[in-house]
């Protein structure tokens, strides 16, 4: 795929109002892309956290389909992997990349909202990724699911924390005022930006053991790297939060399809390294 000259769309097409990026073509593509960059610490925290052959998993928020995937992969065949989306676009999309990477019975997906799904299945792990702090009450989420799992069942979660206040050296001020935009927008919506760091205290509200938890981050030094185009779409599609909320794009910057580009080659000319968000990874056992 090339990231800079496909042209794309950014204008959310439905009505997810509590899930501020929408469910536009550019933000499936994001969450394409933001996948590549996150498989291998999604990759570490589901195995850290237990996942094994022949486990059934459930998958929360499970998007465009790549952490159901991957974790179907970890379970392999004699394995079975639920994936749960209340966004039937999105999941129509899951289900179709699922079948093009020859995933058969052993994965499925589900239209439904977290607060309203309920089974008689009981699985042996549930995990999500990026799908936590856009729920209501996180804890509750995870006490419910929690209900859903056989004894000794794990729970894994990856959540990120946006809220780096230097993300480049020697600084790229485009870059960094690019990104605090995040934070900002998200800080004025109400969905917390560092939840990756409240994952302790959102186990323990739902009456689970305190989780094992890993931090890690993803950088770029040099051209091409994925944070660029990342970051880009990233914007793009939460172009209408930051109208509603009364943010904007640093001046020099034109929101458009070469909005990868700008930002890189700022970055780039400045020779700076840039740290994109932190990455947690939290997984305990149930008793
Ligand atoms: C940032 S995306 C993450 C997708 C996927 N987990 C990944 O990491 O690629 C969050 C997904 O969670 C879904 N979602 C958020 N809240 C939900 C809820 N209450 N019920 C069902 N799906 C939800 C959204 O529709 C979206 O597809």
């Not at 960059?37 to 465009?64: A, H, N, Q, W």
């Not at 289900?95 to 994965?107: K, P």
């Not at 950088?219 to 970051?231: I, M, N, Q, T, Y």
């Amino acid at each position: 795929m090339n990231e800079k000259t496909t042209p794309v769309t950014g204008a959310a097409s439905d009505a997810h109002a509590d899930y501020v990026l929408g469910s536009s073509d550019l933000e499936h593509r994001r969450l394409m892309l933001q996948a590549r960059i996150l498989r291998p610490s999604t990759d570490r925290f589901l195995r850290l956290g237990g996942l094994r052959p022949g486990m059934s998993v459930l998958d929360l928020g499970s998007g465009m389909g790549d952490v159901s995937m991957l974790a179907a992969g970890i379970v392999g065949p004699r394995g079975r992997v639920v994936g749960i989306d209340r966004d039937p676009v999105t999941t129509g999309k899951a289900r179709r990349r699922a079948r093009g990477e020859g995933f058969d019975g052993s994965l499925e997906f589900e239209v439904a909202d977290l607060d309203d799904f309920d089974t008689g299945e009981r699985f042996d792990a549930v995990v999500g990724r990026y799908v936590l702090l856009y729920q209501k009450d996180p804890a509750a989420t995870l006490r419910r699911f929690a209900r859903l799992l056989r004894p000794g069942g794990i729970m894994v979660f990856h959540e990120f924390d946006f809220v780096v206040p230097n993300p480049t050296f020697p600084p790229c001020p485009l870059w960094d005022d690019s990104y605090r935009l995040l934070t900002d927008v998200y800080e004025a919506i109400g969905t917390p930006p560092d939840f990756g760091r409240r994952l302790n205290r959102a186990f323990l509200d739902a009456g689970l053991p305190s989780p094992t938890v890993e931090c890690q981050g993803p950088v770029a030094a040099g051209e091409k790297s994925p944070l660029f185009p990342w970051l880009a779409y990233s914007l793009r599609v939460l172009e209408p939060a930051l109208a509603k909320t009364g943010l904007s794009l640093p001046a020099g910057l034109v929101c458009d399809d070469t909005l990868p580009d700008q930002l890189e080659k700022a970055v780039v000319e400045q020779g700076s390294q840039v740290l994109g968000a932190l990455q947690y990874g939290a997984w305990t056992r149930v008793p």
